[in-house]
């Protein structure tokens, strides 16, 4: 579930940003609806699986490795099992590293649960899963914007967001992440809704061919 009324949102950032405004014409009705999160666990372990792979791939080998789990898997059953299981279902090293350290954290409180992870602030549930060997900053803002349903996260690092903004505000070159916060202040709180348009913007130029989605 949203966090926020997504019509409020989207009438604010049209009147916030006439540019990203155009996008929001272009692009449509906003549709976003945030994934059912079991536990963070779960989504965390699913995150650290899927790095660096396809959707296929990905989705290939966290099957396997939950396979190898109870029906309701656990931290606890995780860390149970040989890293050779977990490296035979097709995991890195570094990938078993790091879902052995999830479970470990779980287990120790570091990784919050579900009903404490909806009552902290964003900055509070970044400063926490960071410390997850394997979860980065960008990990954590697509938990929040995709599982949480938070109203107001930018990641600035995003490829997709970079090039959205290029499209939709006429740039030369991807931004840095400075230009985009300093834009991004006009869409405060609704900086989540903003990203999800300007991951819009590339499905946009796909279904125009080459060129820039036209966005004046």
């Known amino acids: 579930m949203l966090a926020y009324d997504p019509q409020l949102a989207v009438a604010a950032l049209r009147q916030a940003d006439r540019r990203l405004g155009r996008l929001i014409d272009r692009a449509g009705p906003f549709t976003l609806q945030p994934k059912k999160m079991e536990t963070p666990f779960l989504a965390l372990l699913r995150a650290i699986v899927n790095q660096q792979l396809s959707g296929k791939a990905a989705a290939t080998i966290h099957g396997r490795v939950l396979e190898l789990l109870p029906a309701r898997p656990t931290p606890e059953a995780l860390l149970s099992l040989p890293d050779e299981q977990l490296r035979a279902a097709g995991m890195s090293r570094a990938k078993v590293a790091s879902v052995k350290d999830l479970a470990a954290k779980t287990l120790d409180g570091t990784v919050p649960t579900l009903a404490r992870l909806r009552r902290m602030s964003d900055e509070e549930i970044v400063s926490r899963l960071v410390q997850v060997r394997g979860i980065g900053v960008w990990s954590v803002e697509m938990l929040l914007i995709f599982r949480l349903g938070r109203p107001d996260v930018l990641p600035v690092t995003d490829l997709g967001v970079r090039k959205g903004y ?12 400075a230009e985009l916060l300093r834009r991004g202040e006009r869409w405060r709180p609704y900086r989540s809704v903003a990203s999800w348009y300007l991951w819009r913007a590339l499905d946009l130029q796909k279904s125009n061919g080459n060129g820039a989605p036209g966005l004046g």
């Open 166 to 177: 290029m499209l939709t505000f006429g740039a030369k070159e991807m931004p840095a992440a």
